[in-house]
Nanobody
Framework: QVQLVESGGGLVEFGGSLRLSCTASGSDLRINAMGWYRQAPGKQREFVAQSTSGGVINYSDSVKGRFTISRDNAKRSVYLQMNSLKPEDTAVYYC??????????WGQGTQVTVSS
């Protein structure tokens, strides 16, 4: 099993920045991709960014150029640097980790609120 704990959410003004962190712990050390999803009120959870164990990084079009995902494998952590935040970025952000198929893990979520 793998447990994911996120931190770094909060309230920020339009155009501001936040950095989210997520650390994995548990007995299963086999983690492949790690990434972030988000869910705004009344909407479905959506993909934000992902970093695979092979170094492939993907972003959703809505955050490309503003958000940067990074990963520290030694610390089993993934980070999301969010710049130029907009009110439409307001959501609960969830850390995600993929183990050997079909294992999929989720964090508890951290709230990000961008005020206009």
């Amino acid at each position: 099993q793998v447990q994911l704990v996120e931190s770094g959410g909060g309230l920020v003004e339009f155009g501001g920045s936040l950095r989210l962190s997520c650390t994995a712990s548990g007995s299963d050390l086999r983690i492949n991709a790690m990434g972030w999803y988000r869910q705004a009120p009344g909407k479905q959870r959506e993909f934000v960014a992902q970093s695979t164990s092979g170094g492939v990084i993907n972003y959703s079009d809505s955050v490309k150029g503003r958000f940067t995902i990074s990963r520290d494998n030694a610390k089993r952590s993934v980070y999301l640097q969010m710049n130029s935040l907009k009110p439409e970025d307001t959501a609960v952000y969830y850390c995600n980790a993929e183990g050997p198929y079909p294992k999929l893990y989720w964090g508890q979520g951290t709230q990000v609120t961008v005020s206009s």
